[in-house]
């Protein structure tokens, strides 16, 4: 037998597989909401209106992610947390959220009924207003990766994740014009987008402002 001493492996883990175990994390984290929803609309538990609980839940998930996408960079700027990393994991649930809400509407709502989707989409302001913020996020997550940033070039790339913000704006006023009777929910999510808005807006102006006096 030998009597050598086993080598121990004293290499440190690579950088990135924490931030990889944590993305897998939120997405297993973000789909349960979904998962629930569904659970529960095959044992028969969403009310009297299954298929609209299903889908306004699905849209109110979409928002909620959206909202904490756009949360990322103030808390960032206001308390040092850098969360940017997973940034695009929680973008990329809004979307899917975004998605299982619209497929919903086109499957168990309309049947897939081209005309009266249409028809919907021209009647309906809170449909036109969703339609567009889905087809905002369409490219959005189409270039979610590394591969389109390399392709579309840094500066590109973050010009078109910029729609976003409008994509957030009309999420929001979509599922204030959905409620109609404009109680408090709907209200207070719009005005946390709205405040979130702002801050970029306030952000950007202060940023040309300093570059404009220190070319001073």
């Known amino acids: 037998m030998s009597s050598a001493r086993p080598i121990r492996n004293t290499s440190k883990p690579r950088s990135g597989a924490m931030p990889r175990y944590i993305n897998r994390a939120i997405y297993l984290v973000g789909m349960m ?18 298929m609209k609980t299903l889908e306004r839940s699905l849209g109110l998930w979409a928002l909620r992610f959206l909202i904490i996408t756009l949360t ?17 994991a929680l973008g990329l649930l809004a979307f899917f959220y975004a998605l299982m809400h619209l497929s919903t509407y086109l499957v168990l709502d309309q049947g897939l009924d081209l005309d009266a989707i249409w028809a919907d989409i021209l009647k309906r302001p809170y449909i036109t207003i969703g339609m567009l913020s889905f087809a905002t996020l369409v490219p959005l997550a189409i270039t979610s990766n590394n591969a389109m940033i390399r392709r579309l070039g840094g500066a590109a790339w973050a010009r ?31 005005m946390i987008v709205a ?4 801050y970029r807006v306030a952000r950007r102006l202060r940023g040309r402002r300093r570059v404009t006096l220190a070319s001073a």
């Open 33 to 50: 909401p979904a998962t629930w929803t569904f659970y529960l609309g095959v044992i028969d538990q969403l009310g009297a209106d299954p």
């Open 72 to 88: 990322i960079t103030p808390l960032r700027d206001l308390s040092g947390v850098n969360l940017l990393r997973y940034r695009r």
């Open 160 to 190: 078109l994740h910029r729609w976003v913000y409008l994509a957030a704006g009309a999420a929001a006023v979509h599922y204030l014009l959905v409620v109609k009777s404009w109680t408090m929910e709907p209200v207070i999510y719009t």
């Open 195 to 198: 405040v979130l808005l702002a």
